[in-house]
C-alpha cells in the first residue's frame, strides 16, 4: 500500500476491527485481528485505485461533504476518559453503549404559535 494514514479500530456493530484511510477516502476494510483488517484494506484499495490516487502522508484538508455514518472522533481529557471507561465497566457495558446512552435525547422542535391578536 502507498503512504497513507490508516485508522484501524474496533467496531461494535461489526463486532470486529475497521480499516478506514480517514478524512479523504470512504474505502474501508473489516478484520477478526488488527492485522487482518489492514490486508483487507490493502486488498480493497488495490481493487479501486480511484479512491486512493493521489493520496500521500501530507493529505491536505478534508472533503466538505458531511458524512453522518454514526462515529465521531473526539478527543477528552485523559481524566475524562477514565472515569467515563470506569463507569461503563461498572455497568458492565461498552464505553460507545454507556457514552450513547448517557447523552440526552434531541426533542423535536414544537412548532411556535403566534398569540392572535383581536
Known amino acids: 500500500m502507498e503512504k497513507y494514514e490508516v ?16 478524512r479523504r477516502c ?36 478534508a472533503k466538505e461533504t458531511p458524512s453522518y455514518n454514526g462515529q465521531i472522533d473526539l478527543k477528552v481529557p485523559r481524566s475524562l476518559h477514565k472515569s467515563l471507561s470506569q463507569a461503563a465497566t461498572k455497568r458492565g457495558i461498552s464505553l460507545n453503549a454507556y457514552i450513547v446512552t448517557s447523552l440526552p435525547k434531541p426533542r423535536p422542535r414544537k412548532a411556535s404559535k403566534k398569540k392572535s391578536r383581536e
Open 26 to 61: 470512504r474505502l474501508r476494510a473489516y478484520g477478526e485481528t488488527r492485522a487482518e483488517a489492514l490486508k483487507n484494506l490493502n486488498i480493497e484499495a488495490a481493487r479501486h485505485p480511484e479512491y486512493v490516487e493521489g493520496l500521500t502522508d501530507s493529505l491536505g484538508p
Open 7 to 22: 485508522s484501524i479500530k474496533w467496531d461494535d456493530e461489526e463486532s470486529c476491527f475497521m480499516a478506514i484511510i480517514p
